[in-house]
């Protein structure tokens, strides 16, 4: 069964610093990977997704994410953090499309905190 | 645009009591699941249904049973709440297809189970 693995509940950043949050996979097959962000009282929303292709994809916000087989990871990476990215951001795992019969399975998140 | 739609957005229940979540997504897409969100646990997922007239069990589906009723409404039922069912639970709608790989979340209903 797939898993992801977020490292670190609460990450602390300055404005203006760069924000990198991390995210390894566990999958016996190429995964389809995902960030999703949830700010407080609301749903979750796609940030940004590697299903093929180039494996440095680029999301909303001014997020980006590399996905790198040999080390199963899936970091999350924003040149420089804004106060209005304090959110809470999940890592997510996919089998592979087969009809539209699969399934996400999320990290645990992570809280991102971003001060003055 | 109303996307996903779930009511109530709270509620409370004694130990014992039964209801109904209810989710409705204008979308037209087929697979439509609930998950529930526990602290430091992240998103769980309770059933999902991957197209009209089926429903599939997921990671936490003790206590819980599900009806996709049409194309657009999955509902979650609690038979008979216990404590541990205290959580928020989301539901969200998916497209078929490999262009489509994007879930959408409801707002969330935030359930306390005393």
């Known amino acids: 069964a797939q898993s992801v693995t977020q490292l670190g509940s609460h990450v602390s950043v300055s404005e203006g610093a760069l924000v990198l949050l991390r995210c390894n996979y566990s999958?016996?097959?190429?995964?389809?990977l995902f960030w999703y962000v949830q700010y407080p009282n609301q749903g979750l929303q796609l940030l940004l997704k590697?299903?093929?292709?180039?494996?440095l994809v680029k999301g909303i916000n001014g997020f980006e994410a590399e996905f790198k087989k040999s080390e199963t990871s899936f970091h999350l990476t924003k040149p420089s953090a804004h106060m209005s990215d304090a959110a809470e951001y999940f890592c997510?795992?996919?089998?592979?499309?087969?009809?539209?019969?699969?399934?996400?399975?999320f990290g645990t998140g992570t809280q991102l905190k971003v001060e003055l | 645009n109303a996307g996903v739609t779930q009511t109530p957005k709270f509620q409370v229940l004694k130990t014992g009591q039964s209801m109904t979540l209810q989710c409705a997504q204008d979308?037209?897409?087929?697979?439509m699941y609930w998950y529930r969100q526990d602290p430091g646990m992240g998103l769980r997922l309770i059933y999902y249904?991957?197209?009209?007239?089926?429903?599939d069990k997921g990671e936490v589906p003790n206590g819980y049973n599900v009806s996709r009723l049409n194309k657009r409404e999955f509902s979650l039922r609690l038979e008979s709440a216990a404590p541990s069912q205290t959580s928020v639970y989301f539901c969200?709608?998916?497209?078929?297809?490999?262009?489509?790989?994007?879930?959408?979340f409801g707002s969330g209903t935030q359930l306390s189970v005393l």
């Open positions: 979308m037209n897409h087929n697979s």
């Open positions: 969200a709608s998916k497209d078929r297809g490999q262009a489509n790989e994007k879930l959408f």
């Open positions: 590697y299903t093929t292709g180039a494996t």
């Open positions: 999958s016996s097959v190429p995964p389809y």
């Open positions: 249904s991957a197209s009209e007239g089926t429903t």
């Open positions: 997510a795992v996919s089998d592979i499309w087969a009809g539209g019969g699969n399934k996400l399975t």
